[in-house]
């Protein structure tokens, strides 16, 4: 399997997760807001600090982005491109956020696709700081209660990275079962998840947001990326019974460090996480 070397030693365990009770609900992105504020708003309306968003579409401007790129230096395994701010209003076409907490203030983590004004595709990691809200929109979330994603200084790739971290329950009301997990890097995304439920005891889970980066890819469709460094955003995914035991299926979006996109369903058992993968496990059974 394809690997990266990373920059610092690797972490023991290689699955950072915590269980938690999660709800699933909708809410407005309101117009002229930051969109770390809205997300917020969101969550905070329904009892919750944090968790993450599922979005199929939405208008943000001013709009700030960065992607994939190399590292000029041997701090990291690879890094981020310069600032790019698409003039007028982009529109999104699928994204995940995870909503957490960095330095005691809310975050998001954003990978997503989108068209800009003119008609131009593109893909990336929205800024928080830089981008607002052009036009309300609704979003399907998922929130976490007794755990919350909080950006840390990760020693393995150099980067201050989201993880799950136990929370004090707020008493937001849920009504499932739910684990928050971040993914390490150079192990198989799907067969990672299949591992970690086995281990649970879960037969059936369905994957919200998520957010990360994969070594390439290699997609069912027989579609082939070579550039190593991804931002990925799943579209949907989940954890089933299958003909070779438990099989996660992986629909997801991404842009590589050239600037090229791809969707689809990756191939389970070759496609290893880069630098990170977060996301949450709704448990169904």
């Not at 209660?145 to 329950?169: H, N, Y």
């Not at 460090?257 to 791809?262: R, V």
């Amino acid at each position: 399997m394809r690997s990266i070397t990373q920059p610092g030693v690797p972490v023991s365990d290689r699955i950072q997760w915590v269980e938690a009770r999660g709800r699933a609900f909708s809410f407005t992105m309101e117009q002229g807001l930051p969109l770390l504020e809205a997300a917020h708003r969101g969550f905070a309306a329904h009892g919750f600090a944090g968790g993450v968003l599922d979005i199929r579409g939405g208008a943000l401007g001013p709009f700030a982005y960065v992607m994939p790129a190399l590292s000029k230096t041997p701090d990291h395994a690879a890094f981020y491109s310069e600032t790019y701010r698409p003039a007028g209003v982009t529109h999104l076409t699928t994204a995940t956020m995870t909503l957490g907490v960095r330095d005691g203030a809310p975050f998001f983590h954003c990978h997503a696709l989108w068209t800009e004004e003119g008609g131009r595709n593109g893909g990336g990691h929205i800024l928080p700081e830089e981008t607002i809200v052009a036009e309300s929109f609704d979003v399907e979330a998922f929130g976490l209660d007794g755990a919350i994603f909080a950006a840390e200084p990760d020693p393995e790739t150099g980067f201050k990275l989201f993880g799950p971290v136990a929370a004090a329950p707020r008493a937001a009301r849920t009504d499932r079962r739910a684990f928050a997990l971040r993914l390490r890097p150079n192990q198989d995304f799907a067969g990672c998840l299949e591992d970690f439920c086995h281990a649970q005891g879960i037969s059936s889970a369905r994957i919200r947001g998520g957010v990360g980066s994969t070594i390439g890819a290699r997609f069912e469709s027989g579609v082939v990326v070579e550039p190593f460094a991804t931002e990925l955003t799943i579209a949907a995914g989940a954890i089933a019974p299958g003909g070779d035991g438990l099989e996660a299926t992986l629909d997801v979006a991404l842009v590589d460090y050239t600037g090229a996109l791809a969707q689809g369903r990756l191939v389970r058992g070759d496609n290893p996480v880069l630098m990170t993968m977060e996301l949450v496990l709704e448990v169904a059974a």
